[in-house]
């Protein structure tokens, strides 16, 4: 043994003075799939933490190679035991085993050196980068802000996807839910959403938290790795529950999620949440409540799946100035079967969030990425967050999308339309390959309302429609190069005044006259 | 009603268990002393009380009963500052 540890024990045995106190204890009566009867513990509390008592009969030195503690979590109390999870390897927990009790509710550690680090859902870091120094300690269970400590929704977050920050806008604090089947890119907007929060200034770039439940390591070592190279890791937290982790972890990794960042929500910063994906939750729920012999209902989910969605998402919010300001936004992810928005789970987060951003498959697979359905998608506070500019730029965008859309069933009999119809048709299909945009390349806000402003100015009307992207990026790369001066004006004003669309209308001109070639129909 | 008598058995049987008073101690020698120490000066009632042998303990005394637990054992002290040491 070590010199150092040696003394170590000699100092803490000279000093030690043996304490027996009581300790309010039950017996382990049957385990099985991750549950445990508990015989006893008629004082515990819902939530509260429990100890198995692993060192029972074993010998002193099998017990200190013991590595972790092993704790479980009361969820059912009943007549006459309580009945809890166990949160980690059930293959410790044998029948007979002393359960001690803690007093305490779950809590999870937070603080900024969490940034950057990879936690699972009780905070401990699985990133092999050692443990927390001096965190904080948040319950993961809290009783959401009430009506007086709230304020309005008023400041944008922007994603960096022009289709969203335009048509369907989302502001700090509040919960918009992406849904959509799967491989549609739901997860593909939540990690643009991050990458895009570095064109933010330090002082207001949000934390982000992204929870990964039941997903794939590989996945979620992948988004890791995107984050690290988009230089965006370094203020976000991943708090992964992967598809091999048991039920209660899965159950519990969204509440840890909201948990550390209401510590940043309490310091006054703004925080972004993912919660990647609540079906994937539900399910882990519902798993959890059968073991626990509740009552199943509707699709065999427990009657109180509405209140473990409702209570997680309402702690999204906007702290009052005088609660510091702080802000939480929520960004569920629901995976739909077939595009059926109608199940259980989905209409439940639907009628919770402020919104949604409806992906399909249809149109991913027609190449229109991010496939969001503009009809369906519906932001209810955001555009009260939406800058004066952008409204300025957008604001009959979603009408013309969703009209085209409608139009767009005629397109096949195009010899029978009329011009004005022809033309509307003409002019949605190069708005459709002006909000294309590629995955991991989120825009600044500024180049989107230059774009956008383009775009409904009539820009692209004689650009191929094959060759609008192309068009878009050079006209963007243009923008960057010869007028930067407007596009910093457009960040620092937010308004898109006259003299700034003189400029912008000057830079079109200059680009079509640079550009001619690219500007010919065929 | 074999069920039903069948069930009583089983609330006779927990109830049992937990009226069920543990006193664990390291090796026979010790009982006395540990009796003492558990009931804080004055003997703990020989006939409510079970009185297990267990060696791991390596001295000291456990008291288990009626969803309480007393640790007073070396190995729990020992294993405390290893921990205390360790962290």
Redesign the interface.
Known sequence: MDSS?VE??VK??EG?A?K????????VTAVGDGVVAI?????AVMSEVIIFEE?K????ED??SESTVLYGLILNLEE?GVRASILGDTARVVEGM?V?STGKILMVPSGDELLGRVVNALGEPIDGRGPFKNPTMMPVERQASGVIDRKSVSVPLQTGIKAIDSMIPIGRGQRELIIGDRSTGKTTIAIDTIINQKNEPAEKRPICIYVAIGQKESKTARIMQQLREQGALEYTIIVDAPASAPATLQYLAPFAGAAIGEYFMDQGKDVLVIYDDLSKQAVAYRQLSLLLRRPPGREAYPGDIFYLHSRLLERACRLSDEKGGGSLTALPIIETLEGDISAYIPTNVISITDGQIFLMTDLFNKGVRPAIDVGLSVSRVGSSAQTKAMKSVAGTLKLELAQFRELEAFMQFAQDLDKATADRIASGQRMVEVLKQKNGEPISFEKQVAILYAATHAFFADVAIAKVTEVEKQFADYLDGQHSKTLSEIKKSGVVSEDLKKELNRAMEEFKLAHAELFTTK | MPRIAKAFERLAAREEARAKITLTIANQQDEQRARQEASGGSDLPKQRIEVEVNPTLIGGWRLEGQESLIDASYKKHLLAIYTAATA
């Open positions: 540890i170590k024990i803490e045995i030690y043996p027996a106190h009581s300790e309010h204890v039950g017996r015989d006893g513990l008629s004082k060192g009969g074993k010998k002193l017990a200190m006459d002393t001690k």
